[in-house]
């Protein structure tokens, strides 16, 4: 069956249709426009047919119980989160009653024997310091395989997992960490630590104002030191005769006095300058 396409639509109204190159001219009629409308109803059906193709609900139930959430299942199957929240009901009544059957379960322990595992756990937590209302427990589980129980909390600013294997058919359990064998008191030595959890951006404190530092008190003197000081004599002032550096020393005549042998005299400064000399005893009295 050959194909045409449509063209356009001359002056008269008419379709003009292509096919193999040449031009055919399709009349408008009432029995054209009724097959038009027919054959948009046979491709809305078609349309609506594909998108009322059943859903994979055990495949949805599956990454439900592996831990997917409705957005990432949405997003690979290409389906809207509201179909899937209706499957996801049964599947959390499920992981619910997983947890349940963990805990009222019991533990064969190395030298005391079964005790209840949620006794055990219970016990740990309260070493650790930490409520049960603050323990957030999850499920998952793979296939037919068995169901992974996770309890999350914080302690010390550290993000506690502990994870265990849990066999719905022999109740067998198995710790898959560290924190797992220290809450069922496998572990007797130091708590476990977990990585640290991301710390909020908290404002940083307040500077602390110095106090000002307070000077302390002289001690008092005495009475014998009073009493020393009253009797100390007071200063008194002291007449002192300045001299001036630049000002010469006046000369001194030396002289002998009579009858005694004496050294012959210094000469001063006007006999030096202006040829004087020192008289000598002899000279006097002759004179």
Do not use: C
Request: glycine share 6%; charged share 30%; hydrophobic share 35%.
């Amino acid at each position: 069956m050959r194909k045409a396409d449509f063209d356009h639509v001359d002056e008269e109204g008419n379709l003009v249709l292509s096919l193999d190159g040449a031009q055919v001219v399709l009349e408008a009629s009432e029995q054209l426009e009724d097959a038009l409308l027919a054959s948009r109803k046979i491709k809305a059906q078609a349309a609506a047919q594909k998108r009322l193709t059943p859903l994979p609900i055990s495949r949805i139930q599956s990454m439900l119980r592996a831990g997917k959430t409705s957005g990432e299942i949405a997003e690979e199957l290409q389906v809207g989160e509201g179909l899937i929240s209706k499957i996801a009901g049964p599947v959390e009544n499920e992981k619910r009653a997983a947890i349940q059957q963990f805990l009222s379960g019991s533990y064969q322990k190395a030298h005391i024997g079964k005790e209840g595992v949620s006794e055990i756990i219970s016990r740990a937590l309260s070493r650790l310091g930490v409520k049960k209302n603050a323990v957030h427990w999850t499920a998952s589980r793979r296939g037919r395989g068995p169901w992974t129980v996770t309890a999350e909390f914080d302690r010390d600013q550290n993000r506690w997992a502990p994870s265990w294997s849990w066999d719905g058919q022999d109740n067998s359990i198995s710790p898959l960490n560290e924190e797992a064998k220290y809450l069922l008191e496998e572990e007797s030595g130091p708590v476990p630590a977990p990585e640290p959890a991301k710390k909020s951006a908290l404002p940083p404190l307040p500077a602390q104002k110095k106090l000002p530092v307070q000077k302390e008190a002289a001690p008092e003197p005495s009475n014998a030191s009073k009493a020393a000081l009253q009797e100390e004599p007071e200063a008194k002032e002291v007449e002192t005769e300045l001299v001036d550096p630049d000002q010469k020393p006046k000369p001194r005549i030396a002289f002998q006095p009579k009858g005694k042998m004496q050294r012959k005299g210094v000469p001063s400064w006007d006999d030096i300058l202006f040829g004087g000399g020192v008289t000598s005893p002899q000279q006097s009295e002759e004179s």
